[in-house]
Nanobody, 127 residues
């Protein structure tokens, strides 16, 4: 079984940065495609970014492109989301997800019901 635990959320002001982490336990981390999703209060969950099993390819939502960076350290079983120039519109619960399937291209991962999910970490950006 796969467990995903996010951390790093908090309250920041607009323009500041945060780095989220998602630690994985269970099956081999390196074999999983992974991604970040978010859900703002009263809204549906939306895609943020995804990354291939080896970190070789990434894909971002237009709303975060150029501000957020997804990365992974397979030796540490950890997925990251570096968030810069945060905006109030980025306020949401951020969750990481993992899946053992191969997505080609990686952008298609956002269209599937993914296998494993963390419980999320809250990011609040004040204006």
């Amino acid at each position: 079984q796969v467990q995903l635990v996010e951390s790093g959320g908090g309250l920041v002001q607009a323009g500041e940065s945060l780095r989220l982490s998602c630690v994985h336990s269970g099956r081999t981390f390196g074999g999983l495609a992974m991604g970040w999703f978010r859900q703002a209060p009263g809204k549906e969950r939306e895609f943020v970014a995804v990354i291939t099993w080896n970190g070789g390819d990434t894909y971002y939502a237009d709303s975060v492109k150029g501000r957020f960076t997804i990365s992974r350290d397979n030796a540490k079983n950890t997925l990251y989301l570096q968030m810069n120039s945060l905006k109030p519109a980025d306020t949401a619960v951020y969750s990481c997800a993992a899946d053992s399937r191969h997505f080609e291209p990686i952008s298609t991962m956002r269209n599937y019901d993914l296998e494993y999910w963390g419980k999320g970490t809250l990011v609040t950006v004040s204006s």
